[in-house]
């Protein structure tokens, strides 16, 4: 199920109303992260509840669930031992019950490891049985489920699995019979380290998200050339599965994780000019942003441009032939800082560090048009966030680069910004001026706003009010 399909599921089970009267029906979301679509309805249609640790007996009752078996202080010991974490307990209930026909007195064997975990605020990402598997095909399994953030697909895995096998992880995978597939995973699922079949999507293959983040953590830092094989083939498999110009958000879901592996490969240079400029964005026409109003999931692909995810720290160097040029790295700064704005509002102060960023790359490479971009990106940011006079400085700058350039479009916009920050001062009379300013140049004919403008200046001078009511 898509990105898209899960969202508009989510929204659907939400907000249906009932068909039959008299009835009161409701939906039951279990979800780590918060979701948007109901903010707006916490506390009336929508309640939130956040789940504690179990309690001692909670913590007792899971672990007999599970098969464990011995003496009810011992085993709400072990629950005391674990903070009543459900996934830790969880994991430990299926490795007693498989390893020692449920006897909660061997958990010795792992709770010193566990408890220091948790000590350290790790909680289940560690308990991953791998002194249990051992180097086999079960762990490969994991490791690759940890290229994921969502359940992998039957054709994304065969990608992976496909001949030549990756040296040192997957040529236990490589070639088996379905039985042997099969009897690999039911390992995994008695254990519960891997979701049960779904029945509406057979052949995908999901974990827990911590088992997931684990394993992709362990196999990004301690097998890096595997990491980067691994993404490479998913970004060529992704990339070929969509059309070569989607026009629906379902189309264009593949391209974004073709980015998203292609980065994480070091394919940054080939991601960016063969994937999401001309597939993705379509040029200067940004479809995936204008048309699609995809710049959230745009922004979950341009965070991988970035070092470790900084905004503002694009990355330089990648693979071979792969590394980023200071004009691509102004593109992807550029990019980022306007989607940020768009999504997270004008006081985003990630925004404002790639706004900050693109500048000096402005002046290095002499690129006026985006410099007025960058310091109306910065004005914008000035204007809900700092001093007025600190604000009054940046639209003078723009204004001194709008004369300089002798350009329409940039003085239509500088006035805008002068008037606008003279009207908040108070100063009404230069903000009539510079507003009427802005609409003689609007009126003027041949002026053109950006496509990637936040707001039109001829639309901000319009609609700005006139304090003296004339």
């Not at 830092?221 to 060529?236: Q, V």
């Not at 200067?284 to 070092?307: P, Q, W």
Request: charged share 20%.
């Amino acid at each position: 199920m898509s990105f898209l399909e899960r969202r508009n599921s989510v929204r659907s089970a939400c907000f249906a109303r009932p068909s039959l009267a008299g009835l009161n029906p409701a939906s039951v979301i279990t979800t780590r992260t918060p979701i948007a679509d109901i903010a707006d309805h916490e506390g009336t249609s929508a309640f939130r509840r956040n789940l504690e640790q179990l309690s001692s007996d909670a913590g007792a009752k899971l672990l007999r669930a599970l098969g464990v078996n011995g003496d009810e202080a011992e085993l709400r010991s072990a629950s005391d031992e674990f903070h009543g974490h459900c996934l830790a307990l969880t994991l430990l209930g299926s490795y007693l019950t498989d390893a020692y026909n449920g006897d909660i007195r061997r958990r010795e064997e792992v709770s010193a490891r566990l408890a220091h975990d948790l000590r350290q605020g790790a909680h289940a990402r560690k308990v991953m049985y791998q002194s249990w598997l051992g180097e086999g095909p079960e762990l490969a399994v994991l490791r690759i489920l940890g290229l994921f953030d969502r359940p992998a697909d039957e054709k994304a895995l065969g990608a992976l699995l496909k001949s030549p096998s990756i040296p040192g992880l997957t040529e236990s995978l490589t070639d088996l019979r379905p039985t042997e597939w099969q009897t690999i995973l039911a390992r995994l699922r008695r254990a519960i380290l891997l979701a049960g079949e779904d029945l509406h999507h057979r052949g995908y293959l999901d974990a827990h998200p911590l088992v997931r983040e684990y394993f992709g953590e362990q196999l990004r830092s301690e097998r890096s050339e595997a990491w980067k094989e691994y993404n490479k083939r998913l970004y060529n498999h992704y990339r070929a599965l969509a059309p070569q110009l989607p026009d629906i958000f379902r189309d264009m879901e593949p391209l974004f994780l073709a980015v998203i592996c292609g980065c994480r490969a070091g394919l940054f240079r080939e991601a960016l000019h063969e994937v999401y400029i001309p597939r993705i964005q379509r040029g200067n026409t940004f479809f995936a942003a204008n048309v699609l109003g995809a710049r959230g999931a745009l922004l979950s692909v341009l965070v991988h441009f970035f070092e470790h995810g900084r905004w503002g720290s694009p990355v330089e160097l990648g693979g071979e032939g792969q590394s980023i040029s200071a004009e691509d790295q102004l593109y992807i700064l550029m990019q980022a800082a306007l989607y940020l704005t768009s999504t997270r509002g004008l006081g985003a102060p990630e925004a404002q560090v790639c706004y900050e960023r693109a500048e000096s790359f402005c002046h290095s490479r002499t690129r006026p048009l985006l410099l007025y971009s960058a310091l109306m990106g910065q004005w914008h940011y000035s204007l809900v966030t700092d001093k007025l006079t600190a604000t009054m400085q940046i639209a003078k700058r723009i204004y001194s680069l709008a004369q300089e350039q002798n350009n329409s479009a940039q003085m239509m916009g500088a006035s805008r910004a002068l008037g606008c920050t003279s009207y908040f001062s108070g100063d009404f009379e230069a903000a009539r001026q510079n507003a009427m300013r802005g609409l003689q140049i609007w009126h003027s004919g041949g002026v053109q706003s950006h496509v990637q403008e936040v707001d039109p200046p001829a639309v901000v001078c319009a609609i700005r009010p006139n304090p003296s009511g004339t």
